[in-house]
C-alpha cells in the first residue's frame, strides 16, 4: 500500500537515553488502525510493558496526526496525545486531545506522529524542520513559561515556527501538568506535561513547508465545500442560548479557529487584560473552562497565568478549588498561603454551589501549585485525588465523591451530575454514564460531546428544552443512523436497555475514529441536521473523507469496524496492563448515585448494571469480567490480541 496519500508515511521515534533520532514507516500501521490514536495504541500494545509508570523511562510519550489533519477537512487541526497518564488515579494509559496548529505543521514537516521514551541527561528540546529532527540543548529554556518557551523557540527558528512544550509545572513532575502550544490550545487532561517534564523535553518546535498529498483531491475538495455547516448556526436547536450570543464588553476580543476548520469556536481569546491580581497585561482565551471568579477580568488574568505555567485549569476549577471549599466546611483547613478560603453559605453538593474566589487567592494557588510551595502547593500539584490520600489524614477523600467518579483524578463532565459541562437531562445522561464506567478518562473529551452537545438539542422532549424535530421524525432518525428508533424517545429510560447501550457504543467507536483520523468531536459525528429532508447528517462524512484522502476505498461501516478495533485495543492494554474488569467499572457508577444537578433524577444503581451488562454483550466482551472474547477480538483482527490476554488467563 501506498502510506504517501494523507500519511506523510513517516513516524518520528525518538530515544532520549540513547539520543538516537530515528524514522519508522506508517504503513506498519496504516490503514488497519488508521493513524493518531489508532497508531498509538497498537505500538503502545507492542511495546509497553505491565509496571510502567508514568515518570518512569518506558514510559511512552506519543503526540499523533491522522490522514486528516492539516487538510482542508473542518475540525481536522488536532492532535492526540498517549502514553501512561499521570493525572489518573491509578495512573493508566489513557490519552488527550490538543488543537491549534502544530499538528498541521508537523504533518508539512513530513511526519504523522512522534512517539518519545527515554529520559534525558539534560533538559534538551527536540527540534523538527522538513523531515529533519535533532535533540539540541534546553538549559536555557529550562523554568520558562510556556509563553517565553515559544519566544525564545521563534526567536532562534523563525516567527512562524510552531511549538508545544512543558511549564515549570511539568518540570517538577505535577500530575495535572499540561502540554501547551503557542496558541493557548493544550492537551488539557491526563498529566502529559509532566511526562515531558521526567523526561527531561522541555519543548517540541516544528517548521515546515510541505503539504499533505491526496489521493482524489478534486473529490476531496467537494466534500469539504459540502461538508454540513451545522456548526455555524447562530443558535443551537432546541436552546435558548449559545455561547456567541454574549454581548462584548470590556477588553477587546476575537474569536479563532484550528487549522481550516469551517466553524470558528465560540472560545473567544480577550487581548489587553489588565491583571488585578498581579498588575500584568494579559491575552487569554475563555476556553471551556473558567474559575468561577469575582469578576471576568480576574478570571481571564488567572487563566492566563495558569496556562503560561502549564497547569491543568479545568482540575484546579472545578476539582481542586471545590474540594478544598469542602474540606473548610469540614473544618479540615481555612486557608491557604495566609489567603483565607472562601466558602459559601450552604453545603456544596453542586459545582454552581461553589463560593467565588479572589484574584490573590488564584494567584496564590496556581503559584504554589505550579511550584510545588508548601505541604499543600506540594500535594495538590498531583490533584485533589492525589492529594486527598496524604492530606488531613485522609478525611477529606469522602468529599471527592461527588467530583470524581472513581476517584479516577478527572472530575465529572456532561454526566448530568457534579456539573461542568452544561444541562444534559433524564434519560439523556444514561449513555454518558455508561461511557464513564468503561473509559480510562472523562469520555466527553472524544465521544460523549457528540451525543450531549449534538444530539441532545434536535430532540423532541430533553427536560425542558423543546428541539425541532417531532417525535416521528426523531425515531426514523435513530432507526436509519442506530438501527433502533427507542435511542431517542423519551418514553424510553432503563428499558429496553438497547436504547441507552447502543449509543454509547456508537459514540465511543466513533469517537475513536474521530481521534484517528484525527477530527474535533464539536464537528464529527452529527447525527441530526437541519440542512437535510429527512432530518439525519451524513454520518457516512469521515468515511468519505478518508476515501478521497488516502486512495484507500472505505465505507462507512469499513470504518466503524476500525472504530470498533481501535477501542477494543485500548480495552486490551487496560486489562492486560492494569488489571482493568468489571468490578472497576461498577465502582464507577458510584461517583453518580445522588440527584442529578438539572433534573433531580438519582440513577437506580441495579437498572444502571443492567445497562452495563448489556453494553457488554453488544460489545461481544464476557460478561461476567468485562473482557472481550476471543471470537469479538478475532472478528476485529486482533487474534494476537486474543493471544496475549490468554496468556495471561484475562481472555473473555
Not at 504517501?4 to 521515534?13: A, C, E
Request: aromatic share 8%; with cysteine; hydrophobic share 35%.
Amino acid at each position: 500500500m501506498d502510506a504517501t496519500y494523507g500519511w506523510t508515511g513517516k513516524l518520528l521515534r525518538v530515544d532520549l537515553s540513547s539520543g538516537e533520532v530515528r524514522e519508522e514507516e506508517t504503513a506498519r500501521y496504516v490503514p488497519t488502525y488508521v493513524g493518531g490514536l489508532g497508531v498509538a495504541a497498537r505500538i503502545a500494545w507492542n511495546e509497553l510493558r505491565p509496571g510502567v509508570g508514568p515518570f518512569d523511562d518506558e514510559n511512552l510519550l506519543m503526540i499523533m496526526t491522522g490522514p486528516l489533519t492539516g487538510t482542508l477537512a473542518s475540525g481536522a487541526g488536532r492532535v492526540e496525545v498517549s502514553g501512561i497518564a499521570p493525572q489518573q488515579h491509578p495512573s493508566v494509559y489513557s490519552r488527550s486531545g490538543m488543537g491549534g496548529h502544530w499538528g498541521a505543521e508537523l504533518k508539512y514537516a513530513g511526519y504523522d506522529g512522534v512517539i518519545v521514551r527515554g529520559r534525558a541527561a539534560e533538559p534538551v528540546y527536540l527540534w523538527i524542520e522538513d523531515g529533519k529532527a535533532e535533540l539540541r540543548d534546553a538549559a536555557h529554556l529550562w523554568g520558562l513559561g510556556n509563553y517565553a518557551t515559544t519566544t525564545a523557540l521563534r526567536a532562534a527558528h523563525g516567527t512562524r515556527t510552531r511549538v508545544v512544550s512543558c511549564g515549570p509545572a511539568g518540570e517538577r513532575l505535577s500530575r495535572i501538568a499540561v502540554i501547551q502550544t503557542e496558541t493557548g490550545n493544550a492537551a488539557g487532561q491526563g498529566g502529559y506535561g509532566g511526562v515531558m517534564g521526567a523526561k527531561r523535553l522541555k519543548a517540541i518546535a516544528v517548521r515546515g513547508t510541505g503539504g499533505v498529498r491526496l489521493a482524489h483531491p478534486e473529490r476531496f475538495m467537494e466534500l469539504c465545500l459540502n461538508a454540513s455547516r451545522e456548526g455555524q448556526s447562530a443558535r443551537l436547536p432546541g436552546s435558548d442560548h449559545h455561547p456567541r450570543d454574549e454581548a462584548p464588553s470590556g477588553p477587546n476580543y476575537r474569536t479563532r479557529k484550528c487549522g481550516f476548520c469551517a466553524t470558528p469556536c465560540t472560545h473567544r481569546l480577550y487581548m489587553g487584560v489588565p491583571g488585578q491580581a498581579t498588575g500584568g497585561i494579559y491575552t487569554a482565551a475563555r476556553h471551556c473552562w473558567g474559575y468561577m471568579a469575582s469578576s471576568r477580568d480576574i478570571e481571564l488574568e488567572a487563566r492566563a497565568i495558569t496556562s503560561d505555567v502549564g497547569l491543568n485549569g479545568w482540575e484546579i476549577s472545578y476539582g481542586i478549588i471545590p474540594w478544598l471549599q469542602m474540606c473548610r466546611q469540614q473544618g479540615l483547613v481555612d486557608s491557604f498561603d495566609g489567603v483565607e478560603i472562601p466558602v459559601p453559605d450552604r453545603p456544596i453538593e453542586y459545582l454552581r454551589d461553589v463560593a467565588p474566589v479572589s484574584g490573590e487567592f488564584l494567584r496564590v494557588l496556581v503559584r504554589a501549585i505550579a511550584r510545588r510551595e508548601g505541604e499543600l502547593g506540594n500535594a495538590l500539584a498531583d490533584g485533589a485525588c492525589y492529594a486527598a490520600d496524604v492530606l488531613f489524614d485522609g478525611a477529606g477523600k469522602p468529599l471527592l465523591d461527588r467530583i470524581y467518579p472513581r476517584h479516577c483524578g478527572q472530575t465529572e463532565h456532561w454526566g448530568g451530575h457534579w456539573g461542568p459541562g452544561g444541562t444534559v437531562y433524564w434519560p439523556w445522561w444514561l449513555p454518558p454514564i455508561l461511557q464513564w464506567c468503561v473509559d480510562t478518562r472523562d469520555p466527553a473529551n472524544d465521544s460523549t460531546h457528540q451525543w450531549t452537545e449534538h444530539v441532545q438539542h434536535y430532540l423532541p422532549v430533553s427536560g425542558p428544552l423543546r428541539g425541532p424535530f417531532s417525535l416521528e421524525k426523531a425515531r426514523a432518525v435513530c432507526a436509519k443512523v442506530y438501527g433502533d428508533p427507542n435511542v431517542c424517545d423519551p418514553a424510553y429510560t432503563y428499558d429496553p436497555p438497547e436504547a441507552k447501550a447502543i449509543p454509547a457504543i456508537w459514540h465511543h467507536d466513533r469517537g475513536m475514529i474521530v481521534d484517528s483520523l484525527v477530527l474535533c468531536d464539536y464537528e464529527h459525528t452529527r447525527v441530526f441536521s437541519m440542512e437535510s429532508e429527512d432530518g439525519a447528517a451524513d454520518t457516512a462524512l469521515m468515511s468519505k473523507l478518508f476515501s478521497a484522502a488516502t486512495g484507500c476505498e472505505t465505507s462507512e461501516a469499513e470504518l466503524d469496524r476500525a472504530g470498533e478495533r481501535i477501542w477494543n485495543l485500548h480495552r486490551a492494554i487496560d486489562i492486560r496492563n492494569h488489571g482493568r474488569d468489571r468490578t472497576v467499572d461498577e465502582s464507577t457508577i458510584d461517583g453518580f448515585m445522588y440527584p442529578g444537578k438539572d433534573d433531580g433524577v438519582t440513577p437506580d444503581r441495579e437498572q444502571l448494571v443492567k445497562l452495563l451488562q448489556t453494553y457488554y454483550r453488544l460489545r461481544g466482551w464476557n460478561g461476567a469480567n468485562g473482557w472481550p472474547t476471543r471470537a469479538r477480538l478475532e472478528a476485529l483482527d486482533l487474534a494476537d490480541v486474543a493471544d496475549g490476554l490468554e496468556r495471561i488467563g484475562r481472555l473473555g
